[in-house]
């Protein structure tokens, strides 16, 4: 089974972008750490970074065909982006969407997400946790559907 762990803007910035939000660890230690989550359950994980929407929107392009599924935390562009939403809908590659914090406790405009009606599920507000929280969702689903 592959996996894509996609990765929105400004996350490239983890472990010193406002830590009372997203935590401490960088997004290399994210890597490592779904990584060898992945490993224990003999699933493969392609991991990848873009502060640009249209990068985004190839890379999910470009997995039809040679991913399974795949976890995304599209940050800002949750909130703003129909290019994604759209290329999300185009692939219909099962995808869980998360988020480090819960979009639901903070401003109003987070609340809303573009992207998670073109997702299986969203999971929100589990810090770095969340994304093993997304191999789990996305892996169960693959092996049931
Ligand atoms: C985020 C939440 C978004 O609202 C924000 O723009 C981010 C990170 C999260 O993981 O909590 O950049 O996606």
């Given at each position: 089974m592959k996996i894509l762990v996609l990765n929105g803007p400004n996350?490239?910035?983890?472990?010193?972008?406002?830590p009372d939000k997203?935590?401490?660890?960088?997004l290399a230690d994210i890597e490592n750490f779904i990584k060898n989550e992945a490993s224990k359950i003999n699933v493969e994980i392609d991991f990848y970074q873009s502060n640009i929407e249209g990068e985004l929107v190839n890379k999910i392009q470009e997995?039809?065909?040679?991913?399974?599924g795949i976890i995304l935390n599209?940050?800002?562009?949750?909130?703003?982006s129909v290019a994604i939403r759209d290329a999300l809908l185009a692939v219909n590659i099962p995808t869980v969407e998360i988020h480090?914090?819960?979009?639901?406790?903070?401003?109003d405009f987070r609340k809303v997400s573009l992207t998670a009606p073109a997702c299986i599920g969203q999971i929100t507000g589990f810090g770095t946790n969340s994304y093993k929280l997304g191999l789990i969702a996305i892996t169960d689903y693959l092996l049931k559907n």
């Open positions: 996350l490239n910035l983890l472990g010193t972008r406002e997203y935590g401490t660890q960088t997995a039809k065909g040679n991913f399974d599209p940050a800002a562009y949750t909130h703003t480090l914090s819960n979009i639901h406790t903070r401003e």
